[in-house]
């Protein structure tokens, strides 16, 4: 399969993922015990496949607009510190990263689903939208994956960016 040389040209300086959360990392299903805990499905490949973007030195962020202990459990577990949640305005919180950290947007991707994602996807460097994204969303992506949230379309991206920068033969030594 030949790749899109506008997509490789778009990959190849990001150093920073962000992702949303619910319709993402999960199906986007909430679910609640009885008790009334929230609880999330989230994805064993896209946890291996976001460990393994880190380990290559590829900062992973979340921003989202719920909070969820899941969430942070979540984060917690993958070693994911770079966490926005109960966000509101996503762009904001990307301008905040930026001045902060003295990035620039072609360096960061993020992956979206529905509609608050819009005006962050609209300012970085590589927008992606998962499969089931809403149709705006997907038409605002550079990339869409083949895989809905929740269901490998993280560890489609993770994959995705570590072969495009020439790293995933390498990553593949510790396996084989």
Request: aromatic share 4%; proline share 5%.
């Given at each position: 399969?030949t790749?899109?040389?506008?997509?490789?040209?778009?990959?190849?300086?990001?150093?920073t993922l962000?992702?949303?959360?619910d319709?993402?990392?999960t199906?986007?299903s909430?679910?609640?015990?009885?008790s009334?805990?929230?609880?999330?499905?989230?994805?064993?490949?896209?946890?291996?496949g976001?460990?393994?973007?880190?380990d290559?030195?590829?900062t992973?962020?979340?921003v989202?607009g719920?909070?969820?202990?899941?969430?942070?459990?979540r984060?917690?577990?993958l070693?994911?510190?770079?966490?926005f949640?109960?966000?509101?305005?996503?762009?904001?919180?990307?301008?905040?990263?930026?001045l902060?950290?003295?990035?620039s947007?072609?360096t960061i991707?993020?992956a979206g689903?529905?509609?608050?994602d819009?005006?962050?996807?609209?300012?970085?460097g590589?927008?992606?939208?998962?499969?089931?994204?809403?149709?705006?969303?997907?038409?605002?992506?550079?990339?869409?994956?083949?895989?809905?949230?929740?269901?490998?379309?993280?560890r489609?991206?993770c994959?995705l960016?570590?072969k495009?920068?020439?790293?995933?033969?390498t990553?593949?030594e510790?396996?084989?």
């Amino acid at each position: 399969m030949t790749m899109n040389p506008e997509i490789i040209r778009r990959i190849m300086p990001i150093s920073t993922l962000l992702l949303d959360v619910d319709g993402v990392l999960t199906d986007g299903s909430i679910v609640y015990s009885g008790s009334g805990d929230e609880i999330k499905s989230f994805n064993a490949k896209d946890g291996l496949g976001l460990r393994l973007l880190m380990d290559a030195g590829i900062t992973v962020g979340i921003v989202t607009g719920r909070r969820s202990p899941a969430l942070q459990k979540r984060c917690d577990n993958l070693g994911i510190t770079l966490v926005f949640d109960g966000v509101a305005d996503k762009k904001q919180v990307l301008e905040r990263l930026i001045l902060e950290n003295g990035l620039s947007a072609d360096t960061i991707a993020f992956a979206g689903d529905d509609l608050p994602d819009i005006r962050i996807m609209k300012s970085v460097g590589f927008p992606i939208a998962v499969a089931d994204a809403a149709p705006p969303v997907k038409e605002t992506a550079l990339y869409v994956t083949a895989s809905p949230g929740g269901k490998g379309a993280v560890r489609e991206i993770c994959e995705l960016i570590l072969k495009t920068k020439g790293l995933w033969d390498t990553i593949m030594e510790r396996f084989i």
